[in-house]
Nanobody
Framework: QVQLVESGGGSVQAGGSLRLSCAAS????????MGWYRQALGKQRELVAV???????NYADSVKGRFTISRDNAKNTVYLQMNSLKPEDTAVYYC?????????WGQGTQVTISS
């Protein structure tokens, strides 16, 4: 199994920045990629960014140029640097590990952006 713990959420004003962290433990060898998703109140969960084992990244159009996904392999941690935040970025952000057989989710961290 893989355990994921998100941190770094909080409340900031529009235009501000936050960095989310996702610390992974357990059967990390089985993870092929890591991703960040978000779910706003009353909306469906959506993909924000993905980073593969090889380091390739992909982003949702709504966050391109503002968000950056990265990882620190030594710390088994994935990050999401969020800049130029907008009120529409307000959501619970979830970390996801894509495993060989199962996908794993963290419990989420709240991000609130005020106008």
């Amino acid at each position: 199994q893989v355990q994921l713990v998100e941190s770094g959420g909080g409340s900031v004003q529009a235009g501000g920045s936050l960095r989310l962290s996702c610390a992974a433990s357990g059967s990390i060898w089985s993870v092929n990629a890591m991703g960040w998703y978000r779910q706003a109140l009353g909306k469906q969960r959506e993909l924000v960014a993905v980073i593969t084992r090889g380091g390739s990244t992909n982003y949702a159009d709504s966050v391109k140029g503002r968000f950056t996904i990265s990882r620190d392999n030594a710390k088994n941690t994935v990050y999401l640097q969020m800049n130029s935040l907008k009120p529409e970025d307000t959501a619970v952000y979830y970390c996801k590990a894509y495993g060989l057989t199962y996908d794993h989710w963290g419990q989420g961290t709240q991000v609130t952006i005020s106008s």
